[in-house]
């Protein structure tokens, strides 16, 4: 008998935004610029590849603050990571993997879909995904009973999606803003 085992998160939020697609598009797929929407990515730098494109990597500087699940063994302060994209289609979708510290791709995406909104505007989805732990996530539940590891998945999924909500909010206002 095959199990089937479900991701530890997977979230989708979505907003409508007063702008084509393509303007939305020009806006989220700048991963430079998250410092200006992200609760937690303050900014960063493409290293590699054309930025924007399929296979170009970002390095992102994050920033948590303390009181962000204060219990779990989550990074405090500033830490950086590294993404990859995987999906580039300028008006539709833009995507990227979260990368190990020795460069290879994890079961981690985020992404962005945009379609055309009926009467105008688009609809901008936001969406996690992550499938095995990463890197990151077994660090922090190495030292967890079930228990801990649940609560913790539980918080941390909630956390996850209260900022995306956020992210989306000031996404919109960026790019009606435009």
């Known amino acids: 008998m095959q199990t089937v085992s ?3 998160f997977d979230v989708s939020v979505q907003t409508e935004v007063s702008a084509p ?3 939305v598009y020009a806006v989220i797929s700048d ?3 998250s410092g200006e929407w992200s609760p937690e990515c303050v900014g960063g730098s493409w290293t590699t590849g054309e930025p924007g494109t399929v296979g170009a990597v970002f390095r992102g500087e994050n920033r948590r603050a303390v009181e962000v699940v204060a219990w779990a063994p989550v990074v405090r302060g500033t830490w950086f990571t590294e993404s990859e994209v995987v999906a580039a289609e300028p008006g539709r979708t833009f995507a990227w993997s979260m990368r190990t510290r020795a460069g290879v791709r994890q079961d981690s ?3 962005y879909d945009i379609a055309a909104a009926p009467g105008g505007g688009s609809v901008l ?4 995904r992550m499938g095995e732990a990463t890197e990151g996530i077994r660090g922090i539940t190495a030292g967890m009973d079930e228990a801990a590891r649940e609560r913790f998945f539980a918080e941390w999924g909630a956390k996850v999606a209260g900022d995306m909500r956020v992210t989306l909010g000031r ?3 960026i790019v009606e803003g435009d």
């Open 31 to 33: 991963l430079g610029r």
């Open 125 to 128: 989805t936001h969406r996690f």
């Open 6 to 8: 479900r991701p530890l």
């Open 21 to 23: 697609p393509d303007r």
């Open 109 to 111: 995406v985020w992404a």
């Open 171 to 173: 996404i919109r206002q």
